[in-house]
């Protein structure tokens, strides 16, 4: 089970941190993704990262703006939120995929959290 927290309510140009823990599974044995759906649109990828760590892939509309991580030992992953604008505004889910490539395809990820909810507004 994935449980994503570190949602809220964040300032234009703001920073936030996500976090998405598992238990009952090993994260070092998945890719993990990060997506997001903002109010009345679909759910698109954000970033995602191998099961090592040393290969992630972002959407164009974050990346330089969005870090995702990882730390195995700790069982979580990472996406670290910088510059938040309004349109950051969304429902961010982690998921996770067997394999060990990074990928933006949503229907290769077969387990996902809860959603934990991001709104940037002042």
């Known amino acids: 089970q994935l449980q994503a927290s570190g949602g809220g309510l964040v300032q234009p140009g703001g920073s936030l941190r996500l976090s998405c823990a598992a238990s009952g599974r090993t994260l070092s044995n998945y890719v993990m993704g990060w997506f997001r759906q903002a109010p009345g649109k679909e759910r698109v990828f954000v970033a995602a990262?191998?099961?090592?760590?040393?290969?992630?892939l972002y959407s164009d509309s974050v990346k330089g703006q969005f870090t995702i991580s990882r730390d195995n030992a700790k069982n979580t992953v990472y996406l670290q939120m910088n510059s938040a604008n309004p349109e950051d505004t969304a429902l961010y889910y982690c998921a996770a995929r067997p394999g060990a490539l990074p990928s933006r395809h949503m229907n290769e990820y077969g387990y996902w959290g809860q959603g934990t909810l991001v709104t940037v507004s002042s």
């Open positions: 990262i191998s099961t090592g760590g040393s290969m992630t």
